[in-house]
C-alpha cells in the first residue's frame, strides 16, 4: 500500500515562500505521474502540477509561473515551491501518485497565509 506523507506547511506572512515535500512509501522513479492539488477553505480542490514518468512536468495555466514542482527519485519525495506567497494562496496542499490509474493522496498540509 502506497503511503504519502506531506511536510513543510504552517502559517507564513505574505510576500514569503512556500515549500512542502511529500515523502513516499515507494519508489517513484517508476511511478507514472506524482503530482500536487490544493483545497482552500468553502472551494473545490485544485491541480496545481504534475509530473510525469520520463520527468515531463505540466502545470494548470493559472498556476505555472507562481509554482514550480520537482522531484528526486533517490529520496523518493517530491517537492512544490512558491514565492511571493499571498492571501489567496490559503490552502490545504495535497500530493498524489497515479499508478496504473489508481490514485492515491497524502492526507494534505495546512498552509496559512496572514497579512
Known amino acids: 500500500q502506497v503511503q504519502l506523507v506531506e511536510s513543510g506547511g504552517g502559517v507564513v506572512q505574505a510576500g514569503e515562500s512556500l515549500r512542502v515535500s511529500c515523502s513516499t512509501s515507494i519508489s517513484i522513479s517508476s511511478v507514472d505521474v506524482v503530482g500536487w492539488y490544493r483545497q482552500a477553505p468553502g472551494a473545490q480542490r485544485e491541480l496545481i502540477a504534475t509530473?510525469?514518468?520520463?520527468?515531463?512536468?505540466n502545470y494548470v495555466p493559472s498556476m505555472e509561473g507562481r509554482f514550480t514542482v520537482s522531484k528526486d527519485d533517490d529520496k523518493n519525495t517530491f517537492t512544490l515551491q512558491r514565492i511571493d506567497l499571498k492571501p489567496e494562496d490559503t490552502a490545504a496542499y495535497l500530493c498524489?501518485?497515479?499508478?496504473?490509474?489508481?490514485?492515491?493522496w497524502g492526507r494534505g498540509i495546512q498552509v496559512t497565509v496572514t497579512t
Open positions: 498524489i501518485v497515479i499508478i496504473n490509474g489508481a490514485y492515491t
Open positions: 509530473i510525469a514518468l520520463g520527468e515531463e512536468t
